[in-house]
């Protein structure tokens, strides 16, 4: 599992600015200069298929840019649950599991169950 840690976007509540911020999100994921910038001088190991791989600095980063960019790779979700989900549903019922308070099956249909609750609520729908 690898991939980036977080997440671009362009919103339309500043139209004034979309246009810089699309310059510049083309400018990173495009950029010879910004690849030498998120390679070289961040050390980051680029999260996209377009960057030249014998460009990074060392083979670990190299192996980790390889796998990360395969077809088998899988990308962790950071952050797209409702707020408080943790706390609330996902903490709680977990230590419940590992105790054997409840069953697998009760663990998903609880965290399940409170999730739904809470993007509800969230989201105004």
Do not use: C
Not at 2 to 25: C, E, M, N, V
């Amino acid at each position: 599992m690898t991939g980036s840690s977080w997440y671009l976007g362009i919103t339309k509540d500043h139209p004034k600015r979309q246009k810089a911020a699309k310059d510049f999100i083309n400018w990173m994921y495009t950029s010879k200069e910004a690849e030498n910038v998120i390679v070289n001088e961040m050390r980051f190991v680029p999260a996209t298929k377009n960057f030249d791989v014998s460009r990074l600095p060392d083979d670990l980063s190299k192996q980790i840019y390889r796998i990360g960019t395969s077809k088998n790779a899988q990308s962790p979700v950071h952050k797209q649950y409702p707020n408080g989900f943790t706390n609330q549903a996902l903490g709680p019922y977990i230590q419940r599991y590992f105790v054997n308070g409840i069953s697998w099956k009760e663990l998903k249909k609880e965290t399940s169950a409170k999730y739904r609750q809470l993007r509800e609520i969230q989201s105004g729908e």
